[in-house]
């Protein structure tokens, strides 16, 4: 087998790393904290998540849970990582941060054929390589990239939501339910509005004062993550339609009347200590962060364990740029993958880098790169990536817009998204085994 190389210790790295050796390859991972820290992340943890704790929907008849089955399927270290580190969120995946990524940097750490370097990387690697440095990429890496790309690339900024301490909420105000009783039905803390105290918050949000420059001029945010106060400018309803709406959560406090918004709060941890604040990423000042979320009704003396904050996140242009399979056009064997690549999400980062995994492990021996059946979420995924406009290009994450629709019109909803992913998954392992991957442990022995 090789000796191969992947740059950056994230999830899509961490991966791939691991997917490599366990099909044999001896494989030199490469890490630049604690050598070289980033704005987000908080500890030199491999895998560290820096957004939300949530990895979504285990379900498989929802796009997320699709692709979570067919990550299960190629043997994924993240989702047996994820269920050990597993918190109450409903029908997501949610871990505890720390529990997760101490999860994952023992598993890579004590695999026989990964060593892990701790150092910046600032040159493409000369050998068989993976490049997953996330949307954090070094400044001198990313230099080399366009270098070799030829092009500026693309860039956008990320914004991060508060995290609250369980103590300091007022449990009287706040109740616990999931929505429409999923899960095991009181997974979340919900904040109800009124009317009145829903557009006092929704002025107070357009009002306040956000960290500006050169930098945030014309930001193009990644639709799926924008800042709070963004979706609240963009008209009065827009955050009671979107991640504060009232539907399926009637208030006890109320005898069951629904309420006219509702913040839901989202457990971080195991023991419930810290709690995130759902949807409500921002780039609002700290002092005003304080004093505008302390208007929310059970939050009036929060504490904050981790402020809302914003960073650069940057992107290749994967359809003008590289291969079907994500390598740069002059070496198959130099392949880039996780969010770097133009996804949007945690599983389908990882799920990239997994899939990069197989490839450069096929390229080494000697076989072509393959790429998912489009009926699967991953082939969706890849798909889009190598089709989508190169001037318009963005990110993009798991949805049932990207697979083929069914042979035949089906108009319930649910029945439909049964069948797109019965489909999906009888297609997906029919790649597998028409490529050799029967089984993950038939991988792995290989």
Sequence with gaps: MAEVSVVGGGLAGSEAAYQLAERGHSVTLYEMRPVRKTAAHQ????????????????????????????MRALGSLLLRVAEVARVPGGTALTVDRHV?????????TAHPRIRVVREEVDTLPAGPAIIATGPLTSDALSAAIRAELGDEGLA???S??????NESLDHDVLFAMSRWGKGDGDDYLNAPFTREQYESFIDALRGGESYEGHDWENVPYFEGCLPIEVM?????????FGPMKPVGL?????????????????????AGQMWNLVGFQTRLKIPEQKRIFQ??????????????????????????RLTAHGSLPSRTDLLFAGQLTGVEGYTESTAVGILAAVNLDRIVRGLEPVLPPVTSMLGGLMRYLREADPAH???????????????????????????LSERGQADFAAWMAANGMESAGAVAAR
């Excluded at 030199?44 to 498989?60: G, R, Y």
């Excluded at 997760?100 to 890579?108: L, Q």
């Excluded at 400018?233 to 009671?240: I, N």
């Excluded at 290009?393 to 069948?419: A, C, H, W, Y």
């Design 43 to 70: 500890t030199d943890l491999l895998a560290e998540v820096v957004c939300t704790n949530s990895f979504k929907s285990v379900e498989p008849h929802t796009a997320h849970g699709l692709l979570k089955t067919e």
């Design 100 to 108: 997760f990524a101490a999860g994952m940097t023992d598993a890579i």
């Design 156 to 158: 956008f900024f990320d």
């Design 160 to 165: 991060i939501a508060p995290i609250v301490s």
């Design 232 to 240: 609240a400018s963009r008209g009065l309803d827009t955050l009671r």
């Design 250 to 270: 009637p208030v006890p406090q109320w005898d069951g009347k629904r309420a006219h918004a509702i913040l839901q709060l989202r457990r971080e941890d195991k």
């Design 295 to 320: 208007m929310i009704p059970g939050l009036e003396e929060v504490e904050f364990l981790r402020w809302g904050s914003i960073h650069r996140n940057t992107y290749l242009n994967f359809p003008a």
């Design 393 to 419: 290009f963005q990110p993009m994450n798991s949805n049932f817009g990207l697979i083929d629709p069914l042979e035949t019109n089906v108009r319930d909803k649910q029945q439909k998204r049964d069948l």
